[in-house]
Each structure stands twice: as C-alpha cells, then as structure tokens.
C-alpha cells in the first residue's frame, strides 16, 4: 500500500487575518508538489477565510457533541460548516492544558469523523517516560484508549509527537522514530487488520527544513505534524519540498 505523504502545519493560538497572506504563499508552493497532501490548522477565526484559499483547512480540536449548552466550545460539524476538512485531536497542549483523557480524545475523534471530517490524532509520551524505557508502552496505550471505535483507515492520521520535543528543538534519533512508529503500525494491525496500511502516520516535533528529510525518511513516518515552522512559507515550505 502506497501512502501519500502529508505534511500538516498546527498554527496554535497564532494568526490574526494578516496572516491569511502566509496560508495563501504555502498553499501555492504546496501546488507544485502533487504528491504531497498539505493541510494548515489554524485557530477558530481563521478557517473560513483560510478554507477560501483553496487549501485543505483543519481545526485543532472540536468538541464531541454536535451542539448544546457549552459555552465557548466548537462542534465538528461547525467546523465542517466553516470550510474545515480535518481536525487534530488530543494534541498534548489540550491533553496537559485541558485535562482532556483518552476516552475525550476518542469522543472527539469519533465526532469529527461522523460530521464528515479527517482526523489527526496525537499521542506522545513525556520525557520522563521517555528515560525510563517505557515510552512505546505509554504511547500504545494512548492509541488503543484514544481510536474511536470504528472508523476509515484513509480518513484517520496518528501523529507522534513526544511532548518533550514540541516546541524545544530536540528530536528523538531516527531509530526512535521508526520504532514507536513501527510500534503504533502493529498494534493498529492488531485492532483493524489489514486496513491498518492505509493509517498515515506523522512525526511531529520541532521538525523544520533541516531535518525533515530524515525524519521523513524514516520507516513508517508518512508525513509530519509541523508547528513553528508552519506560520511562514519560508519555513514550512522547505518541509513540504521534503517530503516530495
Ligand atoms: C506541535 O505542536 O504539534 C508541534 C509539533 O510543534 P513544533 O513543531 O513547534 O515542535
């Protein structure tokens, strides 16, 4: 099975309307490499207009109800409604910052998918599990409390991000990565079989132009979950073109 490489950038709580000129420069340069899904996921305010240029738009959470009594909350299908076709769930900003469980994050994933959305779904162990050896144990679990019960292996992404990589600069060696995304590849072939081949999974973590290619490159990584250095073309660019 040949999986499409897709490169997605998380813009986070950054992006006022003048930034839409930024969204408008990587969707173009992403045009010249076909073979490469690229998605941008901006704030709220953002996925309207952005959704106008003409490139795939995501949300970075939506709530698992479709609509009711939540202040301040957004729903799948509003995010669907305002040009959105994915989202990211259980990024380990809302799971710290938000106390958001397993069984939320599998709740917000299965939402997303019926309101007719992709899914991004993040899992990553903290540094300390990290040095104590028990990061593909943490991290497995994770995936299996996070699935939603049933879903489309072409319509559901996971991205590994260990935590103590976001936003540092520090990123595991290569043979890190292909082995916790090895781990995660068998285990989703022990929940869904086959259709497990068709699962992208993405590496994310203060990737950037310079080392994409071998992050990239390595076995099972199908794309990258980007963050800083996916608010400017010059930055996030060279990362697509890595991928290519
Ligand atoms: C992220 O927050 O998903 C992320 C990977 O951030 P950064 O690329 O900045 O490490």
Redesign the pocket.
Same mark, same amino acid.
């Given at each position: 099975m040949v999986r499409r490489k897709y490169v997605v950038g998380?813009w986070?709580m950054n992006g006022l309307s003048g930034a839409l000129a930024e969204a408008e420069a990587i969707f173009a340069g992403a045009r010249a490499h076909e073979a490469v899904d690229v998605a941008l996921c901006p704030p709220f305010t953002l996925i309207g207009p952005m959704a106008a240029l003409g490139g795939a738009t995501g949300g970075q959470d939506c709530h698992p109800q479709p609509s009711g009594a939540f202040t301040g909350s957004v729903s799948a299908p509003m995010l669907a409604d305002a040009g959105a076709a994915l989202v990211i769930v259980g990024?380990s900003?809302r799971r710290e910052g938000f106390a958001e469980r397993d069984a939320d994050v599998k709740a917000k994933a299965g939402a997303a998918l019926t309101a007719g959305l992709s899914v991004i779904l993040c899992v990553g162990e903290p540094l300390g599990v990290r040095e104590s050896g028990g990061a593909i144990d943490y991290v497995l679990a994770q995936v299996q409390g996070s699935l939603p019960g049933d879903f489309d292996p072409a319509r559901l992404a996971v991205a590994y991000?260990p935590i103590w !990589?976001? @936003?540092t600069g520090r990123v595991p060696t290569i043979e890190d990565v292909a082995a916790m995304h090895g781990a995660i590849r068998a285990a989703l072939s022990d929940r869904i079989g086959e259709g497990a081949a068709a699962v992208r999974l993405l590496y @994310?973590?203060? /990737?950037n132009g310079d080392n994409a290619a071998d992050l990239l490159g390595a076995r099972d990584v199908d794309g990258a979950? /980007? &963050? &800083? !250095?996916s608010l400017t073309a010059a930055k996030f660019l060279p990362i697509v073109e890595a991928a290519a």
């Open positions: 998380n986070k990024h900003e991000e !990589a976001i @936003g @994310g973590g203060s /990737v979950l /980007v &963050g &800083g !250095a």
